[in-house]
C-alpha cells in the first residue's frame, strides 16, 4: 500500500510569488491535514479537509488556503510569500482524521523563500 | 505556556541505555500520538494511544489520562533510535497539537 505522497521535496521562491503543495493520501483515507515546521515554532496546524470540506483550520494568515478534490488528494496554496513561509510543510492522512484514528505523514515539502 | 510539554528536550545516551521521555499535556485530548522525525524529515508515527499502554519491539508508550502524563521508553537503546520524538495530542477531533520534540542522539 502506497504511503502519503508529497509533492514537491523541495521548492525555492521568491518572495511575492505564490506557490501550490501537492499531497496524496493513502488510498481509502478521506482526511488530510497540513502542517508547518519551523525551527521557532515547531510543528503548527494549518488545516484539516475530510470529503472536499475544510474541517478546522489553524491560527494562520488567509495567504494560507488549501482545498480537496474527489479524489481526497489536497493541496495547500500560499500567496504572496514572505521570508517566514520557509519551512517544512507536512502533510498526514487518516481515515477519517477524527478520535481514534492514527495518522500517516508525508516525507514533507521544504520551501524555502529568498 | 505551550498546551504539550516534552521533557527533555535533548538527550544523549550510550548505546544499550533504557530511554524515556516524557510528555504533560493540559488539554482534554482524545488520543495521543509519539512520532519520530528523522534528519530529512518525514514523520513516522510511532504509537496512538488514549489509554494504558503500548509495546512495539523495543519500544514502549505509557498514557495516564488522569495525570494528563505520557511517557515513551526505548530499551536497548541503538544508535539508530537517534531522531527527534515528538509528542502531539489531538484536540478537537481533528487537530492535533504537537510538543517541541526531544532530540535523542545514541552513541555507540
Known amino acids: 500500500k502506497a504511503g502519503v505522497t508529497q509533492t514537491p521535496r523541495y521548492l525555492i521562491k521568491t518572495r511575492g510569488q505564490q506557490v501550490t503543495l501537492s499531497c496524496s493520501p493513502i488510498s481509502g483515507h478521506r482526511s488530510v491535514s497540513w502542517y508547518q515546521q519551523t525551527p521557532g515554532q515547531g510543528l503548527q496546524f494549518l488545516f484539516e479537509?475530510?470529503?472536499?470540506?475544510?474541517?478546522n483550520k489553524g491560527n494562520f494568515p488567509g495567504r494560507f488556503s488549501g482545498r480537496q478534490f474527489s479524489n481526497s488528494r489536497s493541496e495547500m496554496n500560499v500567496s504572496t510569500l514572505e521570508l517566514g513561509d520557509s519551512a517544512l510543510y507536512l502533510c498526514?492522512?487518516?481515515?477519517?482524521?477524527?478520535?481514534?484514528?492514527?495518522?500517516?505523514f508525508g516525507q514533507g515539502t521544504r520551501l524555502t523563500v529568498v | 505556556k505551550n498546551e504539550v510539554e516534552q521533557s527533555p528536550q535533548n538527550l544523549t545516551a550510550q548505546e544499550g541505555e533504557f530511554i524515556t521521555i516524557n510528555c504533560s499535556y493540559s488539554?482534554?485530548?482524545?488520543?495521543l500520538h509519539w512520532l519520530q522525525q528523522h534528519p530529512g524529515g518525514g514523520i513516522v508515527s510511532l504509537f496512538m494511544?488514549?489509554?494504558g499502554k503500548k509495546k512495539h519491539g523495543r519500544l514502549i508508550a505509557t498514557i495516564n489520562i488522569q495525570e494528563k502524563h505520557s511517557s515513551l521508553h526505548i530499551t536497548a537503546s541503538h544508535p539508530r533510535d537517534s531522531a527527534v520524538y515528538i509528542c502531539?495530542?489531538?484536540?478537537?477531533?481533528?487537530?492535533?497539537?504537537f510538543g517541541q520534540g526531544t532530540r535523542l542522539t545514541i552513541n555507540p
Open positions: 479537509y475530510f470529503s472536499e470540506t475544510q474541517r
Open positions: 494511544l488514549s489509554s
Open positions: 488539554v482534554g485530548i482524545s488520543a
Open positions: 498526514a492522512s487518516s481515515l477519517v482524521g477524527s478520535g481514534n484514528t492514527e495518522a500517516f
Open positions: 502531539a495530542v489531538r484536540v478537537g477531533a481533528q487537530k492535533l497539537v
